[in-house]
């Protein structure tokens, strides 16, 4: 089925107050099987949203179905976001550790097992041009599979991101 963009709700709001109400949203979801690389965009489920004013926040939602490796490794993700095409910025990350991400994944897990993984995170962007955000995986070795447990096509999973503008 691969990758599908949709609208899930525009202007919801009416009346002149728009603050904390939900002024769109957009989700990106795809259920393809892929093995990629450490430190790869999962490019399928990059999703871009164009607030309606800087004082907007966007609520990034992120879950992964279906996360395991070709090997035994460590995993974890990092959020990026880039306005109009521009330079990547990383949303939220930790500090002071090897890899710096915005949610962990798996820890230690074979090549056969699999978990789900998620974030949810509200930014900021200040911008009322296109805003895209991107999802990276950061291994320790070998490869990141998603939507599958492994080689093993016995479970299959979606993956999906979803942004919401919330007035400010």
């Known amino acids: 089925m691969g990758a599908i963009t949709r609208t899930l709700a525009n202007n919801l709001t009416t009346g ?30 990059n999703t871009t949203i164009t ?9 990034v939602m992120v879950s992964l179905g279906g996360v395991s ?11 990026e976001r880039a306005i109009s095409g521009g330079a990547t910025t990383n949303i939220q990350v930790g500090q002071s550790a090897t890899r ?12 056969g097992e699999g978990i789900s993984a998620q974030c949810t995170l509200m930014d900021s962007p200040n911008t ?8 990276y995986g950061h291994i320790n070795g070998g490869s990141w599979v998603l939507n599958k447990r492994g080689q093993d096509t ?7 991101m979803v942004l919401m503008e919330v007035g400010g």
């Open 69 to 79: 490796h070709s090997s035994t490794l460590d995993s974890a993700y990092i959020i």
């Open 100 to 111: 710096n991400c915005t949610f962990l994944g798996t820890h230690n897990t074979g090549g």
């Open 154 to 160: 016995t479970s299959s999973a979606g993956s999906r």
């Open 128 to 135: 009322t041009s296109a805003v895209t955000y991107k999802v």
């Open 16 to 45: 002149l107050g728009v603050g904390g109400k939900v002024l769109q949203a957009v989700e990106t979801n795809d259920n393809t099987h892929i093995s990629q690389s450490n430190n790869t965009n999962y490019s399928e489920i």
């Open 51 to 59: 607030p309606s004013s800087t004082s907007s926040k966007i609520v």
